[in-house]
């Protein structure tokens, strides 16, 4: 596994698929045996992830998207769902379009770059991509290896996924700040104890900063990804 210091970047490619742009680096060197999906949050963008594809092995594929609506805010960006902030909080059958339609994509991008990487996705999300990445290994268990919450939390009522265990076999990690005033620190120890239920061995790291990854969780990330996605 790299370091969260690697250096050695190999090069970004945009790709156009429908109603949505991905960012796709290409794995460097051997053939690749990892696929990781990153994904925003509210009012970011497909560049928005990019800083964390440092921390992960060159020769994996790497997969950054856009979310499919545009955010409802000042600050411009997408969203991964069509939903107004001042509104009800959405649940988890918000949600259920929006796997749907990443499952889309990603077959998609598997056509064009077929590879036996993708038996092997390792799912990354911040804040609403979060709730995504999260939701998505619960409403598509069988296609990932790990999931990673950053600084998010999960849709609501996906504790009912969580009864049959459908993370068995998985592994999650789950980085937050105490002093998030955009995310409460307890949707993070809520998805916690749902990922647990689930079934999934969950590595959990609380950090003393805001809205971020903190430094100390960082470490901690790229220890599990040494255990967990070794190439």
């Known amino acids: 596994m790299s370091s969260l210091t690697n250096n050695a970047q ?7 698929l429908q109603n949505t742009v991905v960012r796709l680096r290409l794995p460097q060197g051997k053939s690749a045996s990892q696929a990781f999906i990153l994904l925003h949050g509210w009012t970011g963008d497909e560049n928005f992830m990019m800083p964390f594809a440092a921390f992960l092995p060159p020769e994996a594929f790497v997969v950054a998207f856009r979310a499919p609506y545009p955010a409802r805010s000042p600050r411009g960006g997408y969203s991964w769902i069509d939903y107004d902030p001042a509104g009800h909080h959405p649940t988890l059958e918000n949600y259920h379009g929006t796997f749907t339609q990443l499952a889309s994509w990603l077959y998609e991008l598997r056509r064009f770059h077929p590879s036996s990487a993708w038996e092997h996705q390792h799912w990354i ?63 993070a120890r809520e998805a916690r104890d749902i990922l647990t239920l689930a079934g999934a061995e969950v590595t959990y790291c609380e950090n003393q900063v805001k809205h971020k990854v903190g430094v100390r969780c960082k470490k901690a990330m790229e220890t599990f990804y040494q255990r967990h996605a070794t190439a």
């Open 10 to 16: 190999p090069a970004w490619k945009v790709f156009p």
């Open 125 to 187: 999300g911040f804040s609403q991509g979060a709730a995504i990445a999260g939701g998505y290994a619960l409403w598509f268990p069988e296609t990932i290896t790990t999931v990673a919450l950053l600084a998010g939390f999960l849709p609501r009522g996906a504790e009912k996924w969580a009864g049959s265990r459908p993370l068995a076999g998985k592994a999650a990690f789950i980085a937050h700040g105490t002093e998030d005033h955009i995310v409460d620190i307890a949707r």
